[in-house]
């Protein structure tokens, strides 16, 4: 009997130690539960955050292309206004040459008015060949 006490002492004692171990196992699987929860609640924040900063890029990157479009068309229109300041400068030159050859040779063109009231066009100087 006393042998029989003995053993289920020992397997008490090992129920016992069993329970506590299990308490232990539980209460770190809680621990572990909560832990992936609060994981899972961090990787939905940075998924969000992530979302957020993929909207800004998105429309950052929108915001680029339509200013490198005005861009490209303030250059074009840039360059179609100096080719027309150098078109403008060049018939500026050329009526001014125009003007001065008239001032300087007013007597010629009034003797080549015709009976009509018209200026006849000078006659192209005659070269030594044709004379």
Known sequence: MERENARLKE???AFEKEAVDNSLIEREIDFLNEQLE???LYIQNMMGLLEEKAQTI???TSKRRELESRFENISREIHEKAKLDVKVSILE???GIST???KAA???SAARVSPTGSTARPAPPKSAAQA
């Open 11 to 13: 397997r008490l004692a």
């Open 38 to 40: 609060d994981a899972d």
């Open 58 to 60: 998105e429309q950052e």
């Open 93 to 95: 030159r050329d009526l």
């Open 100 to 102: 001065t050859r008239l």
């Open 106 to 108: 007013p007597n010629a």
